[in-house]
């Protein structure tokens, strides 16, 4: 059984940090692309990050660059995404998610999603 797990996740001040991490069970996360998403109350769920299978291809939302890196490790598999210069925009549940292959950013290209972890910037 496959599970995306992640962490990370809490209250923080804007301006602040955090590191989420994401830990999978049930697959071999250097098999796929992995990225992360989030949903904040009342929109749509977005794309945030996503790194490819061998960390030769990373994509970012505009809204993200330069604040936001993701990283991954195949040896723990496990996924990260830290957070950097948070703003009240950012606050969201983030989720995990595993399986692209190409079109990383599409949410539709992944096959497996973690339940999430929230994310609240204090302003």
């Known amino acids: 059984q496959v599970q995306l797990v992640e962490s990370g996740g809490g209250l923080v001040q804007a301006g602040g940090s955090l590191r989420l991490s994401c830990v999978a069970s049930g697959l071999t996360i250097s098999r796929y692309g992995m990225g992360w998403f989030r949903q904040a109350p009342g929109k749509e769920r977005e794309f945030v990050a996503a790194i490819g299978r061998n960390s030769g291809a990373i994509h970012y939302a505009d809204s993200v660059k330069g604040r936001f890196t993701i990283s991954r490790d195949n040896a723990k598999n496990t996924v990260y995404l830290q957070l950097n210069s948070l703003s009240a925009e950012d606050t969201a549940d983030y989720y995990c998610?595993?399986?692209?292959?190409?079109?990383?950013?599409?949410?539709?290209?992944?096959?497996?999603w973690g339940q999430g972890t929230q994310v609240t910037v204090s302003s």
């Open positions: 998610a595993a399986g692209a292959i190409t079109e990383l950013s599409r949410s539709d290209q992944y096959f497996y």
